[in-house]
């Protein structure tokens, strides 16, 4: 009997181990998405229960004095049923010709740009930090608790000065500013910092042998950051950039509730928050649907993670 070609056998090895690896990655997607479901079944169930507990003992102070007291009153107007914060999706508010889950879909979208761009923002300026700290650490002493520091200041207090700043003094550039743009830049400040920190600590993060070896090689400053440098540094700044996205859709969404500023979900937070005596269901669903959108660019983060860094056989940092 002849033999079997060593070619034929080891590309079907390979297309085994490909196999094999999809399936892998199949299988955990699955556990992934299962586990979520899971653990939203289980809030929903703990909301219910706590809702269907208070209602039975009417929130009584004197025998619970935690119910209604230290945690919510689980009446409708503090706790509305989940049918119906579900439900407030495909109803059509009044004055509106559109249902809720599509109103807030377009919200989301102007949101999203204002996070996106500040999110693109944040991470060219952190970037450019832990780059310029990485290369002199004198500097890095000296900078880098300011950096920090940075992120002490109140972003609801800011984001006022940064949308009177866009309206009176961004006039500069070739295109007439608008206000999302400076929402824009509320989310880049949340956005920089992690990257900067993540960054310093990646681009520091390669072997002193494999800085050793591409020193043997004479390697100039650019070409160490392009073949050690930054591919060490990518678990480091997807961990950062899980942050970062996230933290984006919270500046952006601060920043027009704080700036007053139209179109996006923070302005719809802040107008059903008003309403809330008479709607509170609504204020959960666009509280909700917030939530969906920074689920949204952390799992968008965590694809392009697998894309690079799956390639290169690391995992990430968590």
Not at 242 to 256: F, L, N, P, R, Y
Not at 287 to 305: D, K, Q, R, S
Request: hydrophobic share 50%.
């Amino acid at each position: 009997m002849p033999s079997e070609d060593p070619l034929v056998r080891d590309q079907r090895s390979t297309q085994q181990a490909t196999s094999e690896a999809r399936r892998d990655a199949l299988a955990r997607m699955v556990r992934k998405t299962v586990t979520f479901v899971v653990f939203l079944a289980l809030l929903a169930g703990l909301y219910t229960g706590y809702k269907a507990f208070g209602q039975a003992i009417d929130d009584a102070q004197q025998d619970w004095a935690v119910v209604g007291s230290v945690l919510p009153r689980t009446d409708n107007l503090n706790m509305p049923p989940l049918s119906e914060i579900f439900g407030q999706f495909g109803e059509t508010p009044g004055g509106q010709d559109q249902i809720y889950i599509k109103i807030l879909f377009d919200e989301a979208l102007f949101t999203l740009r204002e996070a996106a761009v500040g999110f693109v923002v944040g991470l060219i300026i952190g970037m450019a930090i832990a780059l310029v700290l990485a290369q002199w650490r004198r500097l890095e002493q000296g900078l880098l608790p300011y950096v920090i520091a940075s992120q002490t200041i109140p972003l609801i207090a800011i984001a006022p000065i940064i949308v009177i700043w866009g309206r009176k003094n961004f006039d500069v550039f070739p295109w007439e500013w608008q206000n999302w743009m400076s929402v824009a830049i509320i989310a880049t400040y949340l956005t920089f910092f992690p990257v900067a920190v993540n960054g310093l600590r990646g681009l520091q993060a390669a072997r002193p042998e494999n800085k050793e070896l591409m020193a043997s090689y004479a390697a100039n400053w650019g070409q160490t950051l392009w073949r050690l440098r930054l591919p060490a540094s990518l678990p480091y700044l997807f961990a950062a950039f899980k942050i970062a996205a996230t933290s984006s859709i919270v500046g952006a969404i601060v920043g027009e509730i704080s700036a007053g500023v139209e179109g996006g979900l923070g302005r719809r937070i802040l107008r059903e928050a008003f309403n809330y005596t008479t709607g509170p269901d609504r204020l959960f669903a666009s509280v909700l649907g917030a939530a969906v959108l920074g689920i949204f660019v952390f799992l968008v983060v965590i694809g392009v993670e697998r894309l690079v860094v799956g390639r290169q056989g690391k995992g990430a940092v968590v």
